[in-house]
């Protein structure tokens, strides 16, 4: 009897599938005249789609023009709204036309899941108001986001100090550069507060504390070499980033050479975070392969998802000297059996000047044995040539660059694979 068991589960499982399939053409049919009208309108164009209603509680108004013109649209599916109980994440792929140049694909985000923007609304209103439904627009003036009036000169760390990740320990230069490079004003480079109108100054705020990735983006922008997708700019609570290719998980089974020339371009990634010009070291706290995208004709490795970066100054760590500054940080391994873990203290990140973080979360979460993504083990660099594997020391490398042996082995590792890499 149980030899039947097996027939009779592969029965019902194809059952259901077909009950799915018919289910969802009963949906289609069902929004026929729905689904023509999506085709038929642009949704970028109205106002409360893109939340435009709710600024100055919003991230920006410096594409509305755009938007309004219909020069950005929707891609085929991202104008069916019934698929979007599967976009969590609320990040769209869109058509950009220039009368001169033409059209290109760029990225739309609302920075947030529905329920977490419906967290902000709340949180404003019960900040004004103790209540959490209110008249939004009025409640902006009566938060903090309202009160650093246009007296105020500078945008001062005591103030938006652990608002969010980029702030977490800020240094006056940081947030001088942050509001130097403020997109979202018309009169951008000056680094006093007191230039922005109220509005611009209670978007940038409100941006800093709910989700700073377009403040990352701008601050640290592309076009200076920095390994992040270009910012261009906002309307309402939809932001668009250029669009950089697909993800990286995408090339997890990609011939070797092509897997190595990605690794080593992460590695690179982790070094001039870590280590630049500028003294501003950038922390990657959420590093997974959906956070990263390579470019379809140079094959560049591109940063996609800015939110959760922690940007700490070397020259204020320098300066104030805090207990242990000068004394290398190694950041802990943790085996877990969760995707993209990390481990790391936030209070170390920012009170020391050397720190390996960056390249023991692109070892462990992307590189080595210990990575895990959607069901698969062994990182980008899996089933390595039988030449390699016999050789040993790409293993070794990975082994030590995620759970070093030595003291300080990970910095060595780190360099040593770099090295590596490139050969």
């Known amino acids: 009897m149980l030899r039947f068991l097996p027939l009779k589960l592969g029965r019902l499982y194809r059952c259901l599938k077909l009950l799915l399939v018919v289910g969802l053409f009963v949906i289609l049919l069902m929004n026929t005249h729905n689904l023509f009208a999506s085709f038929q309108k642009n949704e970028l164009t109205d106002r409360r789609f893109i939340n435009l209603?709710?600024?100055?509680?919003?991230?920006?108004?410096?594409?509305?023009?755009?938007?309004?013109?219909?020069?950005?649209?929707?891609?085929?599916?991202?104008?069916?709204?019934?698929?979007?109980?599967?976009?969590?994440?609320?990040?769209?792929?869109?058509?950009?036309?220039?009368?001169?140049?033409?059209?290109?694909?760029v990225v739309l985000k609302r920075l947030g899941s529905n329920q977490e923007l419906a967290d902000i609304d709340q949180k404003i209103c019960k900040r004004a108001t103790g209540r959490p439904r209110c008249d939004l627009i009025q409640a902006m003036y009566k938060t903090e986001f309202a009160r650093l009036n246009g007296d105020v000169r500078l945008l001062t760390p005591e103030v938006v100090e652990g608002w969010s990740d980029l702030v977490h320990c800020p240094s006056q230069r940081l947030l001088d550069r942050v509001v130097r490079r403020y997109a979202e004003t018309k009169d951008s480079g000056s680094f006093l507060l007191k230039n922005l109108k109220d509005t611009e100054r209670m978007q940038l705020l409100m941006t800093l504390a709910f989700n700073p990735e377009p403040l990352v983006l701008q601050s640290f922008p592309s076009d200076e070499g920095w390994p992040f997708a270009k910012y261009l700019g906002a309307c309402g609570r939809v932001v668009a980033v250029n669009y950089v290719g697909e993800e990286l998980w995408s090339f997890y089974n990609a011939p070797w050479d092509k897997r190595v020339d990605l690794a080593?371009?992460?590695?690179?990634?982790?070094?001039?975070?870590?280590?630049?010009?500028?003294?501003f070291a950038l922390?990657?706290?959420?590093?997974?392969?959906?956070?990263?995208?390579?470019?379809?004709?140079?094959?560049?490795?591109?940063?996609?998802?800015?939110?959760?970066?922690?940007?700490?100054?070397?020259?204020?760590?320098?300066?104030?000297?805090?207990?242990?500054y000068d004394v290398w940080y190694e950041s802990r391994f943790e085996d877990c059996d969760k995707e993209a873990c990390l481990s790391f203290s936030k209070e170390s990140l920012c009170n020391r000047v050397t720190v390996d973080h960056n390249y023991y979360a692109v070892c462990q979460n992307l590189l080595s044995r210990y990575a895990t993504w959607r069901g698969t083990t062994g990182g980008l660099l899996h089933d390595p040539p039988a030449h390699v594997a016999k050789d040993g020391q790409l293993e070794a490398l990975l082994d030590e660059c995620t759970n070093p042996k030595k003291r300080y082995g990970r910095f060595t590792a780190a360099k040593e694979l770099r090295d590596y890499l490139t050969q």
Do not use: H
């Open 264 to 279: 080593r371009q992460l590695m690179d990634i982790a070094e001039q975070l870590t280590n630049n010009d500028f003294d």
């Open 283 to 324: 922390y990657l706290l959420d590093v997974s392969f959906d956070n990263f995208a390579v470019g379809p004709r140079d094959g560049k490795v591109i940063v996609v998802d800015a939110e959760n970066v922690l940007v700490a100054d070397k020259r204020l760590i320098k300066q104030n000297k805090p207990e242990n």
């Open 53 to 105: 209603n709710k600024c100055p509680a919003c991230f920006g108004t410096s594409w509305c023009r755009k938007f309004m013109n219909g020069q950005v649209s929707f891609e085929t599916w991202g104008r069916l709204r019934f698929l979007d109980v599967f976009n969590v994440k609320n990040v769209y792929f869109a058509q950009y036309g220039e009368p001169r140049e033409g059209t290109r694909r």
